[in-house]
């Protein structure tokens, strides 16, 4: 089993603190959510863990197995297994999707142990079958062009191929049809196992009908104010935030 903790995790953006002590601990096996009213500090949770420049830690830790994450470049947080889903830039021209993902898996591995070709291409194929991906996105130059639900499901195919230990997926969930929303759905339920743990951030709580989450966490204001199980998605769909806030007695 591995273990992703953040503990009483601060950022500042330019001065100003957006983070105020968030405490979150996922294993794998797990799939957690993040919900929240907008502009709680959601996507800076995501950006900080990514390591992100113009997010600063001023306080607090993030840790895989013990190792400190927030010390590690980059591209070594991504060897040690943490999958940002926007760490990839959003369109390289000259460079095919298969080709991206082949460097991106052997940056992985230890030189001399690179993926064979014909197994990456018959798993890529396996994938994009399953993610009902046209066999020509592969060839294709990097979300060049690609739609808004071809670049997300593209995400979950580099997931799956990728393998991590622990994925964070922001708005995940944004801009997809139902049908984008299921496929992407059946994509991260197929990681889910002893090797997987998840982070999925969304505002909404439609996506967590096709993936049920094991525990519930609502942001506000920096922190995460509640956990909870499945039920909690439920809960908020049904009545919003505003308990929430009555309970805690947060005025905003
Ligand atoms: P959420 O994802 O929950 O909607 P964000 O993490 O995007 O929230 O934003 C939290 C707060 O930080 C907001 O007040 C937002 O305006 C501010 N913020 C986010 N990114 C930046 C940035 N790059 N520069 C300045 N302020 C930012
Ligand atoms: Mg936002
Ligand atoms: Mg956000």
Known sequence: MSTLEIKDLHVEIEGKEILKGVNLTINTNEIHAV?????????TLASAIMGHPKYEVTLGTV???GEDVLEMEVDERARAGIFLGMQYPSEITGVTNA???RSAINAQREEGNEIPLMKFIREMDSKMEILEMDEDMATRYLNEGFSGGEKKRNEILQLTM???????LDEIDSGLDIDALKIVSKGINEMRGEKFGCLIITHYQRLLDYITPDKVHVMMQGKVVKSGGAELAQKLEEQGYDWIKEELGIVD
């Open 35 to 43: 919900m929240g009213p907008n502009g709680t500090g959601k996507s």
């Open 63 to 65: 840790t895989l197995d």
């Open 99 to 101: 080709d991206f993902l």
């Open 162 to 168: 990728l393998k991590p230990k622990f994925a964070i």
